[in-house]
Every structure is written in structure tokens, then in C-alpha cells.
């Protein structure tokens, strides 16, 4: 089992940064390819960002490419998204997500383990 808890989300306005942590817990964090999903009112869970268990791979949703940044610390079991230049649609209940295996995965139903979330709301 792997534990996760994010954290950092809030309330800002248009235009700021966030940095959201996910914590990991329960199993040796680098063998896990990490994720970051969102979901919105009313509208599915979709894929934000994903990184590979070394930290060089990554891959991004298309709306967020250029201001959201996914990184990992696996000293501290411990992935981040830094998000910058933030919409009002990026409003949504952010979730870390995790799996092992050599590919990294971007839909909700592959991911093995999940966080609760934290919610994101971005004023205009």
C-alpha cells in the first residue's frame, strides 16, 4: 500500500502561482511513477501532469504545458506541481496519483493509488 496526502492548495486570483506537495508513505517511493489529476464541478477527473520514477520523465496535459511544472524529491517522498500563471478553469480538487511500472500512465483508471485531494479555486 502507498499513502498519499497532498497539500498547498487554496485560494488565489488569476494570474498567481501555487505550489501543491503530495507525501508519500507505506512503500519505497522511486519505484512509482507519480501523477496529478483535477476534477472540476460536474466534470470528469482528467490528467494534469505525470513524472517518471527518476524524475526525468514528465508529460503534461496540453492546457497546462508552460505553466505547470511537475518535480518529485524522492529523498523526501515527495512529488510537487508548481502552477503558475493560474486560469479560473484551473479551479478543481487536485489529486496525486501513483503506480509502478516502467510506463507512465495518464488516465485515472491505471493509477493504482490516490490521494484525497486539495482544492484549488483561482478568482478572476
Known amino acids: 500500500q502507498v499513502q498519499l496526502v497532498e497539500s498547498g492548495g487554496g485560494l488565489v486570483q488569476a494570474g498567481d502561482s501555487l505550489r501543491l506537495s503530495c507525501a508519500a508513505s507505506?512503500?519505497?517511493?522511486?519505484?512509482?511513477?507519480m501523477a496529478w489529476f483535477r476534477q472540476a464541478p460536474g466534470k470528469e477527473r482528467e490528467f494534469v501532469a505525470a513524472i517518471g520514477m527518476s524524475g526525468i520523465t514528465t508529460k503534461y496535459a496540453d492546457d497546462v504545458k508552460g505553466r505547470f511544472t511537475v518535480s518529485r524529491d524522492n529523498a523526501k517522498n515527495t512529488v510537487y506541481l508548481q502552477m503558475n500563471s493560474l486560469k479560473p478553469e484551473d479551479t478543481a480538487v487536485y489529486y496525486c496519483a501513483a503506480r509502478g511500472g516502467l510506463i507512465i500512465r495518464t488516465t485515472p483508471e491505471e493509477m493504482n493509488y490516490w490521494g484525497k485531494g486539495t482544492l484549488v479555486t483561482v478568482s478572476s
Open positions: 507505506g512503500r519505497t517511493f522511486s519505484n512509482y511513477n
